[in-house]
């Protein structure tokens, strides 16, 4: 059994797929559009009517639903997981949304390679371990058609913030930062920050040139403090997911920890939160 003094195995997925994980991340998924005010990024051109797009890790497949709507019905739009266990039943979608059971971290089938003009990833922090998203990347570039565009969403959390209003207890920003620290090492078992870490985030522009990618485009949003609470309430969500999945099974009381963390948090709800930047990386495959 895997226990604090045995940190080597690997985690599977983190997060749970219950009904309050997938309200958690519909939450996120509007949460992430405030301000933003797009779906696909504008530069990437969306305007040909037989346009393929793949959606890498759906969850709810909100993302695509909202998509089907704003494109003609011609366009062929693919959600790839590994469980659409938490979307809609397929009679309840768009005819032209379509579930491919696909591991973004495997080699591509045949039947995917250069297949979509455009790829959308988001949110895959708790999935890119050792802070490497190299292989993935590159299972990724490989689906892609000559002069198809990648567009990866992530939380910056090198920028960070813990955000107070002046009566907050002075405590509260050590908590919300212990629980991040807490969560992103397992329980201190995984030498943090490099676990869930954020460096590759930050440097994605850079990793997306080094594999060929061109245009290479970075678009950073904070949120606004205005949604930052409920930004909290995701997060804390998310914390109890990992509690529960990951930390109690490794045997040293972790899950504990992190709960009675959530908890202290929860009651400073009120008056701390934190923020960090949303970053946008957009890159384009050169034409053959
Ligand atoms: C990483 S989040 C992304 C959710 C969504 N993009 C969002 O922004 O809310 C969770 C999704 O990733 C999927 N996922 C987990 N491991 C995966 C893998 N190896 N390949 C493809 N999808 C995966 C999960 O099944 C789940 O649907």
Not at 173 to 195: A, D, I, Q, V
Not at 198 to 203: D, E, H, V
Request: with cysteine; net charge negative.
């Amino acid at each position: 059994m895997a226990s604090s003094s045995t940190p080597t195995a690997k985690p599977g997925y983190m997060l749970s797929r219950g009904f309050t994980a997938n309200t958690r991340i519909a939450l996120q998924h509007y949460l992430w559009k405030d301000g933003l005010n797009y779906l696909l990024h504008p530069s990437i051109p969306t305007t040909s009517k037989d346009l393929k797009i793949a959606e890498i890790g759906v969850g709810t497949g909100i993302w695509l639903i909202e998509l089907a709507r704003t494109l003609p019905p011609t366009v062929q739009l693919d959600g790839l997981d590994i469980s659409f266990g938490q979307c809609p039943p397929k009679e309840w979608l768009p005819q032209n949304i379509a579930w491919v059971t696909h591991d973004a971290f495997s080699e591509p089938p045949e039947e995917l390679l250069e297949k979509y003009d455009v790829i959308h990833v988001q949110l895959f922090i708790t999935l890119i371990r050792d802070g490497n998203p190299v292989p993935m990347l590159k299972n990724l570039i490989k689906m892609l058609k000559p002069g198809g565009y990648i567009s990866w969403g992530e939380w910056d959390v090198a920028t960070w913030e813990v955000i107070r209003i002046p009566s907050a207890p002075s405590q509260t920003n050590e908590e919300l930062n212990e629980l991040r620290e807490y969560t992103s090492t397992l329980g201190k078992t995984r030498p943090g920050p490099s676990f869930i870490s954020s460096g590759w985030i930050t440097r994605l522009h850079q990793t997306f040139a080094e594999n060929g990618l061109s245009n290479v485009i970075v678009d950073r949003h904070k949120f606004s403090t205005e949604i930052a609470t409920l930004l909290l309430d995701t997060w804390m969500v998310a914390s109890q997911e990992i509690s529960a999945n990951i930390l109690d099974g490794l045997g040293g009381g972790q899950g504990d920890v992190a709960r009675a963390l959530v908890e202290e948090v929860g009651k400073n709800r009120g008056n701390t939160a934190f923020n960090l930047e949303r970053v946008i990386t957009i890159g384009q495959k050169p034409l053959k």
